[in-house]
């Protein structure tokens, strides 16, 4: 079976994708999604699922969220859901901070951990209204003083002479 076919029968298996609009193209692996789908969350598993087929490369993601009329959020309303989701997820930083404009959402602020950063953007995906997610945030590693190592992302490291 050819690439493209898999992945339109992966995407149609999916049930947390709505494929109707969705047009699959393939060059060696190369796997372009373009079309659109009703959230950011099926945007994500429509990558995730062509992800999934054997023979995939890599996905190019060109879908476009649009949103049905009931789940528009207004940008005041859309930042404080954003900003209150990530007060309340104890994986991410105080100081990570979201604003939003017509759906999009951009995340600022510093954390020591990539899986702090992931954790931010997984903490607002799932949030009614969300089209798409900008990760403006920037990982800053630990330095311990005493023995001159770096710690970042769970590693350590000799720090390199200065």
Known sequence: ????????SELIFDPLVDETDIKVKNINGEVALN??????????????????????????NYLEV???????????????M???????NITVPDGVEAT?????LRLTGTVSYGSQRAAAELAVAGLTGVRNIRDDIEIRCA????????????????????
Request: charge should be positive.
């Open 100 to 104: 939003a404009r017509t759906g999009n």
């Open 35 to 60: 079309g659109t789908v009703p959230s950011y969350p099926q945007y994500l598993e429509a990558a995730a699922a062509t992800q999934r087929v054997a023979g995939v490369k890599n996905v190019h």
């Open 66 to 80: 649009v949103l049905p009329p009931g789940d528009y959020r207004d940008d005041a309303v859309l930042t404080t």
């Open 143 to 162: 330095t311990s003083q005493k023995k001159g190592y770096m710690s970042c992302s769970g590693h350590s490291s000799r720090r390199p002479p200065p």
């Open 1 to 8: 079976m050819d690439i493209r076919d898999t992945v339109e």
């Open 82 to 88: 954003a900003n209150n989701a990530l007060a309340l």
